[in-house]
């Protein structure tokens, strides 16, 4: 399988695609003026603590103030604000924690007024990103993301992924990171770290701490609001997340953006270089590589699927439900439960790509077609959690129920991602209100007027809808001959489907289109005006 990262430059920010074998599978758009992003550390104020959410509301210079609630403010939390607090006051002090006295934890059922006060200053990171009317929810449990660990300041525990199944790699590893990692860090060993030699690990390592240290010597001199730490742009931290041996070419339009991806691919994967492309076609980035056309195809409220089938994804405050159709595929199979499965199965991979296309989030409840067979019902769960695999936020598949739904719950930590894919309405250019239609005819026959005898114009051209082409055209004595016998000019009326019914056009006798200005839009126009002016 191909994978492919192409990042397009914009004004607003990069547009970034995520191709597997050509196909869309995951979109982003990071905004330049996101100053709030997964990651970022801040030095907060306290503004109100909340004793019956057991939580505070942490002011970091968003509109609205941030989230902090107690689970996340981690057992060390004292030892933190201790911390920060001898940072600010003594400029001196050390980025190592080496000789730094630990507090006494806090209890897990504590209260939060006990821990924080209002206008203390303390040091927070955001979990998630501000949604909908919500603002940013935050933890004290600080982390610094690296390729292949988690650098944890103010703890000691090494831990690794579950998803390294080997009791024999995870012992390595965790002997490895124990040997080199410096006191009071703690360190969590990603999933990538498998295989992985201690130089490659020890480098990592050795960023995570310069980027700490880079803080602390911001933290002394920071204000309130302040970004001590700020967390990657989109594309370098999805570099980070996922690039590895399977991954064929990175291609960027910008010059600049480039040339700043080359330099953090030399910092964590020299040998990936050589996959890294600028591209300076003339045709725009997303539309070479026909990830324009399946955005607009893909982002819509319906999604059509392998078979004939099709989606239907409707979004709430509280949840997503996305119902699967087997439109014109009923035909295809030999009785009612083999279509449902085939239609399921091939929904089921649709679905998992589209939680990761759109970025949802939340609870996702999946209407599935209803299939009597308990078995065949296994079958699209297996390959919902298959396909789910590839999916880097945390997840939970539940079984389909009696009722043919299956729940998904779906990390969400930033909002979810939404391209307007209609367009507006040619003929009411939006407005959802079109002329009069009874009026056509009479606004016709004053433009043919106006052209015939006061612009002296000849052999002219009617373009029409053709139930108005057949309105003038038929009949003895058609309103086409009428106009011949009044003005001895001949009207060629010609139909077009194209046209709605209210739209016409008028060809000259060299072929070029006359430009038509209503009669009746001018008498809308100035009775609006008279309005206004009322």
Request: glycine content about 6%; proline content about 2%.
């Amino acid at each position: 399988m191909s994978n492919e990262l192409i990042i397009n430059s914009t004004q607003d920010g990069e547009r970034i695609a995520l191709l597997q074998d050509k196909r869309l599978v995951e979109y982003h758009f990071d905004r330049n003026d996101t100053n709030y992003s997964v990651g970022d550390i801040f030095l907060g104020t306290v503004k109100k603590v909340m004793p019956g959410l057991n939580a505070a509301f942490i002011d970091i210079g968003y509109t609205k103030d941030a989230f902090l609630h107690y689970h996340d403010l981690g057992e060390n939390i004292k030892t933190l604000n201790k911390y920060v607090k001898t940072v600010q006051t003594q400029k001196n002090t050390s980025a190592k924690l080496n000789q730094i006295k630990f507090e006494p934890e806090i209890d897990k059922l504590g209260k939060m007024a006990d821990v924080l006060k209002k206008g203390q200053q303390v040091l927070v990171q955001i979990v998630k990103e501000p949604i909908s009317t919500k603002g940013p929810r935050l933890s004290c449990e600080i982390s610094l993301a690296g390729r292949y660990l988690v650098l944890v300041p103010f703890s000691n525990t090494v831990s690794v992924s579950k998803k390294i199944v080997s009791k024999e790699e995870r012992t390595r590893l965790k002997r490895l990171i124990t040997s080199i990692k410096p006191e009071n860090f703690g360190v969590i060993i990603r999933t990538v770290a498998e295989g992985r030699e201690v130089a490659e690990l020890d480098k990592d390592l050795r960023t995570m701490l310069t980027t700490w240290e880079e803080g602390i010597a911001a933290l002394r001199t920071a204000k309130e609001r302040d970004k001590v730490i700020g967390e990657l742009g989109r594309s370098s931290s999805m570099l980070r997340d996922i690039l590895n041996e399977s991954f064929d070419s990175i291609v960027v339009d910008d010059e600049k953006l480039h040339n700043e991806i080359k330099t953090y691919i030399e910092t964590i994967a020299p040998d990936k270089l050589k996959i890294l492309k600028h591209y300076t076609g003339k045709v725009k980035t997303f539309e070479h590589f026909n990830i324009e056309k399946q955005l607009k195809s893909l982002f819509g409220k319906t999604v059509s699927i392998p078979g004939g089938g099709y989606l239907v994804i409707e979004h709430t405050e509280a949840l997503h439900v996305v119902d699967v159709n087997s439109g014109n595929k009923s035909n295809s199979e030999t009785d009612q439960e083999a279509t449902a499965l085939n239609v399921n199965l091939t929904a089921a991979k649709e679905v998992a790509r589209q939680l990761r296309l759109r970025d949802l989030g939340g609870i996702i409840v999946v209407d599935f077609i209803d299939m009597k067979s308990a078995e065949n019902r296994q079958k699209v769960q297996d390959v919902v959690k298959e396909e789910m695999k590839k999916d880097r936020s945390k997840y939970t598949v539940l079984p389909i129920s009696k009722f043919g739904l299956m729940q998904i719950t779906r990390q969400r930590v930033r909002p979810e991602q939404n391209i307007v894919t209609g367009e507006v309405c040619p003929t009411c250019q939006g407005s959802g209100k079109i002329s009069a239609s009874i009026l056509v005819t009479d606004e016709i026959d004053q433009t043919i007027e106006d052209l015939l005898t006061r612009q002296n114009q000849k052999n002219i051209t009617l373009y029409v809808h053709p139930f108005l082409h057949a309105y003038y055209t038929k009949g003895f004595i058609s309103k086409q001959r009428k106009w011949f016998l009044k003005h001895f000019k001949w009207v060629n009326v010609v139909k077009d489907t194209a046209l709605a019914l209210t739209d016409f056009k008028v060809m000259d006798e060299h072929g070029d289109e006359i430009e038509l200005k209503s009669a009746y839009s001018e008498v809308n126009s100035l009775q609006d005006r008279a309005v206004e002016t009322e």
